[in-house]
């Protein structure tokens, strides 16, 4: 199953994203026009049609919101495509991404969740800054408000949270959405925001 794929990918992600901290927060353009190669890529060990995918977004970030739809129907149209979101996490945005991280882990419907989370920030224009608030929403996945604030409260939440926003940090992600395809490529935007699109921008990733 793709959780239990990306539950074995966690320490190597992190690993990895530690070790790109260190590299300029420039990008080197390629030849292609889909994408940007990383300064110091990683060498995963993947089979030449591959992908691993970072996303990096924020729940309160408007383009992240415009673009769930398509990066979700997308992962429908490839189920067998391994993701992993992940929150840009700042001191405002801890509760959701405390939220999502406790999500992962517990197995929770994802998609459900992040349409949940979207719609009540962006559309009912709900705050969100503390656990008790997200507490009464959650229920509406199936996830009761005692078991979601024990799952969120977890000790591995808080390590899990600490190495993600230092990694973020020391990587220098500063802009959401972002999109990175094996440690090593970062798709400019025009290249996800239509299926074929994306599909043809990793098609046409160069040789690992």
Same mark, same amino acid.
């Given at each position: 199953?793709? #959780? @239990?794929?990306?539950?074995?990918?966690?320490?190597?992600?992190?690993?990895?994203?530690?070790?790109?901290?260190?590299? &300029?927060? %420039?990008?080197?353009?390629?030849?292609?026009?889909?994408?940007?190669?990383?300064?110091?890529?990683?060498?995963?060990?993947?089979?030449?049609?591959?992908?691993?995918?970072?996303?990096?977004?924020?729940?309160?970030?408007? =383009?992240?919101?415009?673009?769930?739809?398509?990066?979700?129907? !997308? *992962?429908? *149209?490839?189920?067998?495509?391994? !993701?992993?979101?992940?929150?840009? &996490?700042?001191?405002?945005?801890? =509760?959701?991404?405390?939220?999502?991280? /406790?999500?992962?882990?517990?197995?929770?419907?994802?998609? %459900?969740? /992040? &349409?949940?989370?979207?719609? #009540?920030?962006?559309?009912?224009?709900?705050?969100?800054?503390?656990?008790? @608030?997200?507490?009464?929403?959650? #229920?509406?996945?199936?996830?009761?408000?005692?078991?979601?604030?024990?799952?969120?409260? +977890?000790?591995?939440?808080? $390590?899990?949270? /600490?190495?993600?926003?230092?990694?973020?940090?020391?990587?220098?992600?500063?802009?959401?959405?972002?999109?990175?395809?094996?440690?090593?490529?970062?798709?400019?935007?025009?290249?996800?925001? @239509?299926? +074929?699109? $994306?599909?043809?921008?990793? %098609?046409?990733?160069?040789?690992?």
């Amino acid at each position: 199953m793709i #959780a @239990d794929h990306l539950r074995r990918l966690w320490p190597s992600f992190l690993c990895l994203l530690l070790l790109a901290c260190s590299a &300029s927060r %420039a990008s080197i353009e390629l030849e292609g026009p889909f994408w940007l190669e990383l300064p110091e890529p990683q060498q995963l060990n993947l089979a030449e049609d591959e992908y691993i995918i970072w996303y990096f977004f924020s729940f309160r970030c408007p =383009a992240c919101y415009q673009q769930q739809a398509f990066l979700q129907q !997308w *992962q429908q *149209q490839h189920p067998r495509q391994p !993701w992993q979101w992940i929150p840009v &996490s700042l001191t405002h945005h801890q =509760a959701l991404s405390r939220t999502w991280l /406790a999500a992962w882990q517990q197995e929770k419907d994802m998609q %459900a969740l /992040a &349409s949940l989370l979207y719609a #009540a920030i962006h559309d009912q224009q709900m705050n969100l800054t503390r656990l008790e @608030d997200i507490a009464p929403l959650v #229920a509406q996945i199936g996830w009761s408000e005692e078991d979601f604030l024990t799952a969120a409260a +977890k000790p591995e939440i808080d $390590l899990m949270l /600490a190495d993600l926003e230092r990694s973020t940090k020391w990587l220098g992600v500063t802009q959401v959405p972002s999109l990175v395809i094996n440690g090593r490529w970062q798709l400019v935007p025009e290249a996800w925001k @239509d299926p +074929k699109v $994306l599909s043809q921008a990793l %098609a046409e990733l160069p040789a690992r």
